[in-house]
């Protein structure tokens, strides 16, 4: 690997320093958003918007290495991972951000990165829509069909809760953060990705818990579209 590798879509403005958290922190352009162990940011160039994320390291080596990665070959490294994947959800008819840039810099035997995607607009989180008091027995079983269409592609979703699932106006569900996300046929990750949703609602201590459970359940059993 070159110490630095830069894949930039057909659709990207961005240049090779632009993909990098550290130049937007100096921009007007450029704010602060979502929550989670990397910083995410809503940036604009050219009169669009865009989202740029770095690499942050989640669990008890979070504190000690930070956004370092140890590097154990190409194949492995996670935002040429995430963004193959990505690639091939869009193919397969998902509707997710379009991943528009990607810079990975290599240094020694570590390695750090940003990820550029597309900016969604007018959406809320599942968690915000909930805790709204919002329920929609068709948006709730379209998640189900979203999850079920996803391994349908055979991808599986580790990190999938209400924080990494957008709404928008049009009621068009979107699944986002692909960090975690594998090729996989196993039908025991496909199960445990529903019931990582499933208990991430739960949290919520909603009334509705059943019936928002249930109508998951049914969508994702359903036939997609």
């Not at 990165?113 to 329920?135: C, H, K, M, Q, V």
Request: proline fraction near 2%; charge should be positive; aromatic fraction near 12%.
């Amino acid at each position: 690997m070159k110490n630095s590798i830069f894949i930039n879509s057909e659709q990207s403005p961005f240049s090779e320093e632009e993909c990098n958290i550290h130049f937007w922190k100096k921009s007007s352009n450029a704010s602060l958003i979502g929550e989670g162990r990397s910083q995410v940011y809503l940036i604009e160039k050219e009169n669009k918007k865009y989202v740029i994320k770095d690499y942050y390291r989640g669990g008890k080596l979070r504190s000690l290495l930070k956004k370092n990665y140890l590097y154990t070959g190409l194949a492995r490294v996670r935002p040429l991972l995430e963004w193959s994947l990505m690639l091939k959800l869009l193919e397969g008819g998902m509707q997710i951000a379009r991943p528009i840039a990607v810079h990975v810099r290599r240094f020694g035997i570590f390695y750090q990165a940003s990820l550029i995607t597309e900016y969604i607009p007018n959406t809320d989180t599942f968690e915000s829509y909930l805790l709204r008091g919002s329920l929609d027995i068709e948006i709730i079983q379209a998640i189900g069909k979203e999850i079920k269409r996803l391994h349908e592609l055979s991808v599986t979703h580790p990190d999938i809760n209400t924080k990494n699932i957008l709404i928008d106006t049009s009621h068009r569900v979107f699944l986002i953060d692909f960090d975690k996300s594998k090729e996989s046929q196993n039908a025991f990750r496909y199960n445990q990705d529903v019931l990582r949703l499933i208990r991430s609602i739960q949290k919520l201590n909603l009334e509705d818990f059943e019936a928002i459970k249930f109508n998951i359940y049914k969508g994702y059993e359903g036939q997609s579209n």
